[in-house]
């Protein structure tokens, strides 16, 4: 009996224990936390949520298990990006374990990868980086990558053409600015110094963040970085942290008036727990721009040509304020394929490529001679950008490195100029390709508890190929011409880098850095068609750039930052070996005595915050350029005016001139004022000059912007004003004065950029879980303006529609 009695307690105790766990388990499954966007309900990653006992993060589904965690103490949830809350246990019961965070304007905690390869506090870093984070690019909404870097209101945008977009960076732009997509280079060897179009090479809509450094980065990117780092992050596969696949679609629909803009894009990810893969598709089609219609007059499109069966006439356009001939399309294909067969090692493969229509160069067909339209044909053909990388990232600690990153890519592009002036039978046709190698090997170490070290080696190779021809439009004859650049030139450059961070005091960071560049060129040159007076070029350049930063911190909130760095460029093939660039009324010839420009930069930086609902921060910036790259007047065999394409031309070339500097200063302030009220204002003064006091060509207006931003539940609203400063004839340079069909007139005839102030507003609405409608008028007075140097003069009124779909 009593056996018996001693069976049952047991199997009794076992049912019990069995209950326990059983409630357990359940109880658990109700402990995973769901942490959503309150305005449009996407899971918020990387949210830290921690009481005094536990902590953890939410994975890509914006989830986290809490079930550690003590019921009794009040939980905290922070992400830089959002404000922070604090919520008892019982209250999540109530909203049935799913928190809805609200976005911050500030940016009090960051964490960034561009100032040392690596992750790391901004706060900690002394350069002054302008972050753009995935929630901020779908709400702006950007048609390209471009658009979408200067909407930060701290870069300014040039467009000579709609389908473009140059950054201008503190007076800096086109190859003096360096742009870095997913840790690779995009600079090639002929990254020109005039302004660049390659940026909208990239899906904005394949974007999922960008870091810009505002003034040199040349220890950790090298040459061309003298002015500035656009690091931009495209799309990452995502691995599932559960047994089920991670599996998520993404489809949009963009529609805008004033280029009658159609954009469809679909990306998904396909994740498991050691396999991922990404995939992004992007085609956009704009028909003709159309500007406003209040004021200047004389930036309208009065008349185009038109070319019927090889004839060419000079007719009326209908419509004054539609910008003939300004309409393009683009298509874009991002894939990724990520394999982590342990917590250690982490491979990535990616495919980039981009191909754009036929894109008329809209400030050439505007320009004229003779009272009459110069060109009947500028464009450029097709633009083609591939890209093939490996990443492959390892994290684990040894006695030389606790991570490793190395990556090899290769890229491949594709240009071509063709043009035709008025009446001429002729074609020109200009054809370039550039085959581009390059391979990056970062390492950090962790030498103390207050000690980091940074260092790496780069290699770059590139082969350009250039050649030239003359189509007869009637008959499709084709005869030789020179190229634009010295055929099968090369160019190529190593380099290693070294950086340390250590930490002095408690309140004190250094920074400091050095790194060791060798670059070499090759360009031969045909003296089949112009008579040069050497035959090659063969150029090796040393140089070493270096910085020193440190980052105080005197109170709780307050900041100092103080950053002396170097930086160099190297002379490219289009630098040195142009062949016969023609500008309005000159042109451009190789200096086979170009050298390297230096520049020596000083930040010193402020920024303090207020309760967790004020930041504040002022930059202010000097830079001294030595031998500074500019067009000048030259001699080609002892003339200083040579025919050119019919047309007795100014010789120019690039030289290196004495000196150049910049200055300016940089002032933000964001403010949580209210729960569903925030405010955000940028604004931006640059000065320049040359030794001879003349101002620098990309030195640009002060300008910037001011957001009004309203949060609710579902809901979204930005009213914004974008505005710029005037520069009169004397602000501007000696070659933007050549361009007076670009140009508003002062009351004595001479060029002048007008000032100029658009208000725009932007919305969006989350329908349900699945779908979201953007809205948003840009220039909602219709204000007829033109940025300082572009082409294409801005938008008009633009009402902007976009649906969005997430599964």
Known sequence: MSKLLLKTKERIKLVFIFIILTISVFVGKSQTITVLNI?????????????????????????????SFNKTEKINFQHPAFKNLNISYNELKKLNFIVKMEESVLNLSEIIVSANQWEQNKSEVPN????????????????????????????FIQKSQMGGGSPM??????????????????????????????????????????????????VIYGSDAIGGVIDIHTKKPFLSTQEKPFISTNAMLRYSSANFEKTGHLDFNLGFNKFAYVSSFTYSDYDDLKMGNLKHTDYTRPEYVETINGVDSIVNNKNVNVQKFTAYSQFNILQKIRYKPTNTIDVEYAFHYSKLSDVPRYDRLIQKKDNKLKYAEWYYGPQKWMMNSVKITERKSNLFFDNSKFIIALQN??????????????????????????????????????????????????LVNSVGSEKNITNGETIEYPSRYPNNSTYSFFSFYINQKRKIKEKTNLVFGLRVNHIELFAPFDTTFYPFPFKEIDLSNNAITGSFGAVFQPVTNTQIKLNFSTGFRSPNIDDIGKVFDSEPGNVIVPNKNLTPEYVYNVDLGFSSSFYEKLQVELTGFGSYINNVMVRDNFNFNGLDSIVYDGTLSKVEALVNSDYGVLYGIQFSVYADIFNNFSLKSHLNYIKGFDQDNNPLRHVTPTFGGTH?????????????????????YSQLSTSEREKPHIYATDSNGNPMSPAWVTLNIKTSFQINSVIQINAGIENLFNVRYRPYSSGVVAPGRNLILTVRARI
Do not use: C, W
């Open 128 to 155: 002054k980086i302008q972050t753009i984070s995935k929630r901020e690019i779908q709400f702006n909404n950007p048609q390209t990558t471009a658009d979408l870097i200067g909407e930060s209101d701290e870069i």
């Open 169 to 218: 960076i503190r007076g800096f732009a086109a190859n003096r600015i360096l742009l870095v997509v997913d840790g690779v280079r995009m600079n090639n060897a002929i990254y020109r110094s005039g302004n660049l179009q390659n940026i909208i090479s990239l899906d904005a809509n394949a974007v999922e963040s960008s870091e810009i450094i505002l003034g040199p980065g040349s």
């Open 708 to 728: 009004l931003i309203f949060t609710f539940e579902n809901f979204k609203a930005d009213l914004y004003s974008i505005y710029n400063g005037e520069l009169s």
């Open 413 to 462: 592009y594709e240009e071509s100029r063709h043009d035709r002036k008025l009446n001429k039978l002729l074609l020109r046709e200009r054809q370039e390709n550039v085959k581009m190698i390059t391979i990056n090997v970062n390492f950090d170490k962790e030498l103390s508890e207050n000690s980091s070290l940074y260092y790496g080696i780069e290699l770059a190779d590139n």
């Open 39 to 67: 305005t449009n309900k996407q899971p918020v990653i990387n949210v830290f949520i921690y009481n005094h006992e536990s902590t953890t993060l939410t994975n890509e589904k914006g989830q986290a298990d809490i079930s």
